[in-house]
């Protein structure tokens, strides 16, 4: 069964330094991938996605991930975190496009000013 | 064009009470998802509709609760007799059908927050 692993419920870092949430999928194929993010209270957004071609993804306010099938990872990246990007994000995977959606459990990130 | 819809945002009842929760797809779009999040917790998928077809239930649980999505209106998700266990965020997510741009993302609504008394 698909399932996708965020191994870090909480991560704090300074605003203006950098930042990667880490994301493990299991799944036979290449799925497709997603980062959503969530402010409190609220839906979720998408950030952006994988479904093939070149493995680093550019995403909104500044974010992007890199899909490494050999380590089957899917980590998120921001160069220079803003307090607003305070919220909690998920990562996830579905194995076709028009399917359900796998969600992980999601990190929280906090952000010192 | 307006995004997805969900009322209300926030719904408390008590036990045994029904709840209905109500999702306005984007406008164009015929596919319908519902997904739960328990606090703590990620979002789990319950079920996908198209429109008066359930394609996939197979999150759903066996008892109290049922989906549809009617060719008129919003899709519906029903529990019936609710429990302190149902307190949850609900939320819902549609994508446009097939063969037709941005068929690939789910785009979510802002969830119904209930809470069971």
């Known amino acids: 069964a698909q399932s996708v692993t965020q191994p870090d419920i909480h991560i704090t870092v300074s605003e203006g330094a950098s930042l990667e949430l880490r994301c493990n999928y299991s799944?036979?194929?290449?799925?497709?991938l997603f980062w959503y993010v969530q402010s409190p209270g609220q839906g979720l957004q998408l950030l952006l996605k994988?479904?093939?071609?070149?493995?680093l993804v550019q995403g909104i306010k500044g974010f992007e991930a890199e899909f490494k099938r050999s380590q089957s990872s899917f980590n998120l990246r921001k160069p220079s975190v803003h307090w607003s990007d305070a919220a909690e994000y998920f990562c996830a995977v579905a194995p076709n496009r028009d399917d359900k959606i796998i969600f992980g459990k999601g990190t929280r990130l906090h952000i010192l000013p | 064009n307006a995004g997805v819809m969900q009322n209300p945002r926030h719904l408390v009842r008590r036990r045994g009470q029904e709840a209905r929760l109500r999702c306005s797809p984007m406008k164009g779009h015929s596919h319908v998802y519902w997904y739960r999040q328990l606090p703590e917790e990620g979002l789990k998928f319950m079920v996908y509709l198209q429109k008066e077809n359930i394609i996939d239930e197979s999150g759903m649980p066996k008892e109290r609760f049922s989906a549809e999505f009617p060719k008129e209106g919003p899709s519906i998700l029903r529990i019936q007799q609710v429990v302190r266990g149902d307190s949850a965020a609900y939320f819902c997510a549609s994508s446009p059908p097939r063969g037709t741009s941005g068929k690939d993302t789910q785009y979510f609504g802002p969830g119904t927050r209930l809470t069971v008394l």
């Open positions: 799944y036979g194929a290449t799925p497709y």
């Open positions: 994988y479904f093939s071609g070149d493995t």
